[in-house]
């Protein structure tokens, strides 16, 4: 049975990322970061291959504790999903003065540092693991050559996305010879999910819709792994 972790899995496409890969056979480790969501302890009594591990992928103790956690589980993985983000609103840009420099660090060590903490404390696992696939959530707005100016746009988000995507690319130089294939994915604007699981209005996509095609391209082999590229949920590719 293959195994995923996934980072963010509390609610949105964190957790439908979880529920399709249960769906489809395959052991999930659930990172859990928001006490006020019980989306995941719901599923688990209904699934007995979904494993809750408390994660904040802001700390790095909590990363290798969540390691550990898992490592008590199982031997190897064979995936890493790494979704959880850092969005709300952290007011720092220039059409905002006096810009706040304190204000951005919080996202860029959870939405650039995190995910690269994560693959430096799961590599004696993904190592051992037979897929070997490091895949990351990323965002349109982390696209250099498309950012467009957009009223009240604050740096942070934009800036640590494409701070991932090059951590990701860093990754891929050293991993790629090793066996390892990547995937960065732009999922498109989703329906944010309640506590209750109900989705709101606000938003084009249902995050189950955009999972069950994520895990599709997530896990289908690639005849050109060794390129890097950015990819939507409409099977489009970006540049980044």
């Not at 904040?56 to 008590?72: C, T």
């Not at 799961?122 to 957009?150: A, H, N, Q, W």
């Not at 699981?197 to 069950?212: C, K």
């Amino acid at each position: 049975m293959p195994s995923v972790i996934i980072t963010g899995a509390d609610r949105g496409l964190g957790f439908a990322l979880c529920k399709e890969y249960l769906s489809r056979g395959w052991t999930v480790f659930g990172g859990k970061f928001l006490d006020d969501y019980n989306l995941l302890e719901q599923e688990r009594k209904k699934n007995p291959s979904l494993h809750i591990v408390p994660l904040n992928v802001g700390d790095a103790a909590s990363i290798a504790k969540a390691r550990d956690l898992v490592a008590e589980q199982t031997d190897s993985l064979d995936m890493i999903i790494s979704n959880a983000a850092l969005m709300g609103e952290v007011k720092c840009s220039i059409d905002d003065l006096p810009m706040d420099l304190n204000t951005p660090w919080n996202s860029f060590r959870v939405n650039a540092l995190g995910p690269t903490l994560m693959v430096e404390n799961f590599l004696p696992l993904t190592d051992k693991g037979k897929m070997k696939r490091l895949c990351f959530i990323s965002s349109e707005v982390s696209c250099i050559l498309l950012m467009k100016y957009r009223v009240g746009s604050n740096y942070p988000y934009p800036m640590s996305k494409s701070s991932m995507n090059m951590g990701v690319r860093l990754m891929h130089n050293l991993l790629y010879p090793q066996g390892y294939s990547f995937r960065l994915y732009h999922p498109g604007w989703m329906k944010r999910q309640m506590t209750d699981g109900t989705l709101s209005e606000w938003a084009m996509l249902d995050p189950a819709d955009t999972a069950a095609h994520c895990a599709e391209y997530f896990e289908t082999p690639l005849g050109d792994e060794q390129r890097l590229v950015l990819y939507d949920y409409r099977s489009h590719e970006w540049p980044f």
